[in-house]
């Protein structure tokens, strides 16, 4: 039984897991945001409880489930779609990593600006690019307005 499923694992991997060169720059960025995370507590003094791996271990998870989720559609669609499913979902596939490592490249951003806000690279890099990843959504006066309680 476990034959079985090992063998059937191993063909699933080979046709629809999305590029392994991404998988590999999305496990860098979740280091780094850890890292960093950890470095910006430790600078605020601010404890780092079980509460706060909980998140980390949650955030790895729905991540993961996300691309696992995209992955059965993938073979779902390869099953019944032929060739051009396929290619339809490795680009979703790889468009849903993409995703995931550019938020967790902006979550790197924001802890390295929190580390020392006041430094010159934090006021020349840090939030210029944050600015420019999260589409300067925090300061929009549209969003703003909405979140205003009347």
């Not at 590029?19 to 605020?44: E, P, S, Y």
């Not at 271990?57 to 073979?75: C, E, N, R, T």
Request: aromatic share 14%; charged share 15%.
């Amino acid at each position: 039984m476990k034959l079985l499923f090992a063998g059937s694992l191993a063909f699933v991997k080979v046709s629809f897991l999305p590029d392994i060169d991404l998988l590999t720059m999305l496990f860098l960025a979740m280091v780094v945001d850890f890292a960093t995370g950890c470095w910006k507590a430790k600078v605020q003094n601010k404890a780092r409880t079980s509460e706060g791996f909980k998140k980390t271990v949650g955030k790895f998870m729905q991540y993961a489930g996300a691309i696992v989720g995209g992955y059965a559609l993938s073979y779902i669609g390869g099953q019944k779609g032929g060739q051009h499913a396929i290619t339809v979902f490795e680009w979703f596939n790889n468009g849903l990593v993409i995703f995931i490592i550019y938020i967790e490249i902006t979550s790197i951003f924001e802890n390295l600006y929190a580390i020392d806000p006041d430094s010159r690279l934090s006021q020349l890099f840090f939030q210029p690019a944050i600015k420019l990843l999260t589409f300067q959504l925090k300061n929009n006066p549209v969003i703003k307005s909405t979140e205003q309680k009347p």
